[in-house]
């Protein structure tokens, strides 16, 4: 199966997402040719994509709220295994962070999802509009509601001049050229403020000095020159979709990082610092299952826990020291107590 199989479902809902949109502005008396109803159209297409994923959004958040909480005992295990690179200790270091992440109800990968799925529908779009052309002469098939005529009107279309489907390189005139660069600056700006708005607020200040917290900074930085280098290959539409969910996802980290900001960070403290001004309870966030924590503490300097390699090795004879009478000696049993 070839990428365009692949694509093409996400192709035909993004065509059926663009006409309704499309069909609503041009019964409200827009134009059906005029650039606004397609511009408003590709708006649209981000807000039912956004909202749609505003349930796994919270879910996001609440998973990063875990991932900030359960650091501490992620750097226990780390400390633990930090001087052990065999096989099994990298084995057992796995396992418990694994435990960690079940026991905690915690999925690091949640925040991956939102960005997962934008995707097809980012490609789906992009093959939408560069489509438009062979649609209206007729070398390809319209896809979806987008027949030969409106396929003839969204490519005839204009932002600030711009067709919708005209991209900075090729461009035939200046005005392309301005109307990109003047979408790669707002992109850049946006994405600039939105990440530097989460670093700054809505981290605790001991996640800044981790090595996924300095990645991060550095993307800050190199985010405006991937735009500059990818957004000149995109048409002029897919940018304008671009920059809307940028907008879209400045505006709803605002919300998030005021209305439930991660836990230990400037934007907790002044959360409830508003709270306590309205006389309203300060709550916190918790983690169940951090109380039992202490099953990854790092062993004591006594020696007592056992490798996994070696339980093998001596599990006939501590199976055998059970046999004998004891007087209140230690047992050779490896493993950890667990809490009743």
Not at 35 to 59: C, Q
Not at 133 to 142: L, V, Y
Not at 252 to 264: L, T
């Amino acid at each position: 199966m070839s990428f365009s199989d692949l694509i093409y479902p996400f192709e035909w809902i993004v065509s059926w997402i663009l006409w309704g949109w499309h069909s609503l502005f041009t019964t409200l008396g827009i134009p059906s040719d005029s650039g606004v109803a397609w511009t408003l159209s590709i708006v649209g297409l981000v807000v039912v994509m956004r909202a749609a994923m505003i349930p796994l959004f919270v879910k996001q958040i609440h998973a990063s709220r875990r991932m900030q909480l359960i650091q501490p005992e992620m750097q226990k295990i780390q400390a633990k295994y930090k001087d052990k690179k065999d096989p099994d200790s990298r084995q057992a270091m796995t396992q418990e962070t694994m435990d960690l992440y079940k026991r905690t109800g915690t999925n690091p990968f949640s925040s991956c999802l939102p960005i997962l799925l934008q995707s097809p529908f980012f490609f789906g779009l992009f093959r939408v509009l560069n489509g438009l052309k062979n649609i209206s002469n007729g070398t390809i098939a319209p896809i979806g509601p987008i027949t030969r005529k409106l396929a003839g009107e969204a490519e005839t279309s204009t932002f600030f001049g711009a067709q919708l489907s005209d991209k900075f390189i090729g461009a035939n005139s200046i005005t392309v050229q301005i109307v990109t660069i003047l979408l790669i600056v707002l992109m850049s700006a946006s994405t600039f403020t939105t990440q530097r708005q989460l670093m700054m607020k809505n981290m605790p200040a001991s996640a800044l000095d981790n090595p996924f917290a300095k990645q991060q900074k550095m993307l800050l930085y190199l985010m405006p020159l991937f735009f500059a280098i990818s957004g000149v290959n995109f048409p002029i539409g897919v940018l304008l979709y671009w920059l809307t969910t940028n907008v879209w996802s400045m505006c709803q980290q605002f919300y998030v990082i005021r209305k439930m900001p991660a836990p230990g960070s400037l934007a907790e403290k002044a959360m409830q610092e508003r709270r306590r001004k309205k006389g309203k309870p300060v709550e916190e966030f918790t983690v169940k299952g951090l109380d039992k924590a202490e099953d990854t503490e790092a062993p004591k300097p006594s020696g007592q826990r056992v490798q996994p390699t070696r339980n093998k090795k001596k599990k006939g004879a501590a199976v055998g020291s059970a046999k004998k009478p004891t007087t209140g000696g230690a047992t050779t049993d490896p493993k950890p107590q667990t809490d009743n």
